[in-house]
Nanobody, 125 residues
Framework: QVQLVESGGRLVQAGGSLRLSCTASGRTSSTYAWAWFRQAPGKEREFVVG??????EYADSVKARFTFSRDNVRNTVYLQMNSLKPEDTAVYYCAARDGSWYSTPRRTKEWYDYWGQGTQVSVSS
């Protein structure tokens, strides 16, 4: 089994920056496809960014502001969020799918096998 643990969420002012981390433990693999999703109150969980070897895809709403990176040695992925807006307020979830590092990242949450518990990001105006 694989456990994903996110951290780094907190309250920040509009225009500020945050870096979220997601660390995998247990039966980890170097062939995961990775993603971040977010869910605001009363809304569906939505795709933010997905990464595989072939490409990294960003939602239009975060393109040029957010950057996804991966540290294989630490089994950790990061989401650097800059120029934050109040509409970025949500619980952010890390997700992974085994054996899909050579695929194209998908934007549907059903494609991912493993999920973290989420970390709250709040952006004040």
């Amino acid at each position: 089994q694989v456990q994903l643990v996110e951290s780094g969420g907190r309250l920040v002012q509009a225009g500020g920056s945050l870096r979220l981390s997601c660390t995998a433990s247990g039966r980890t693999s170097s062939t995961y496809a990775w993603a971040w999703f977010r869910q605001a109150p009363g809304k569906e969980r939505e795709f933010v960014v997905g990464m595989t070897m072939s490409r990294t895809e960003y939602a239009d709403s975060v393109k040029a502001r957010f950057t996804f990176s991966r540290d294989n040695v630490r089994n950790t992925v990061y989401l650097q969020m800059n120029s934050l807006k109040p509409e970025d307020t949500a619980v952010y979830y890390c997700a992974a799918r085994d054996g899909s590092w050579y695929s194209t990242p998908r934007r549907t949450k059903e494609w991912y096998d493993y999920w973290g518990q989420g970390t709250q990001v709040s952006v004040s105006s």
